[in-house]
Nanobody, 124 residues
Framework: VQLQASGGGLVQPGGSLRLSCAAS????????IGWFRQAPGKERERVSC???????TYYAESVKGRFTISRDNVKTVYLQMNSLKPEDTAVYSC???????????????????WGHGTLVTVSS
């Protein structure tokens, strides 16, 4: 299972970015996908996830209403990030796992398939 996150970059506050999590060598069908971020000097934080069996989603309170997760059910999961704030600056990573329940009940420790992250910098 190989994943690759992409789409990061430098954006001004209030701007938007769309991150992609692409699968290589397998399809994402049957896998829950989580997006996580880690800012310098801080612990990794769960940002969002999307379940495989019912498409249910989860958003951290800090991004609710600004970020949207979606999947094409085959190869790619997206994280649309709008109204970005400086505190959204972090390395964003995606992870995949076969989860029995809705993804919102699982922490990052339950994910065992991680991709390399992509840096998002929100600054003027």
């Amino acid at each position: 299972v190989q994943l690759q996150a992409s789409g990061g970059g430098l954006v001004q506050p209030g701007g938007s970015l769309r991150l992609s999590c692409a699968a290589s060598g397998f399809t994402l069908g049957g896998y829950a996908i989580g997006w996580f971020r880690q800012a310098p000097g801080k612990e990794r934080e769960r940002v969002s996830c999307i379940s495989s069996h019912d498409g249910s989603t989860y958003y951290a309170e800090s991004v609710k209403g600004r970020f949207t997760i979606s999947r094409d059910n085959v190869k790619t999961v997206y994280l649309q990030m709008n109204s970005l704030k400086p505190e959204d600056t972090a390395v964003y990573s995606c992870a995949a796992e076969r989860l029995a329940l809705a993804c919102k009940v699982y922490s990052d420790h339950e994910y065992h398939n991680w991709g390399h992250g992509t840096l998002v910098t929100v600054s003027s």
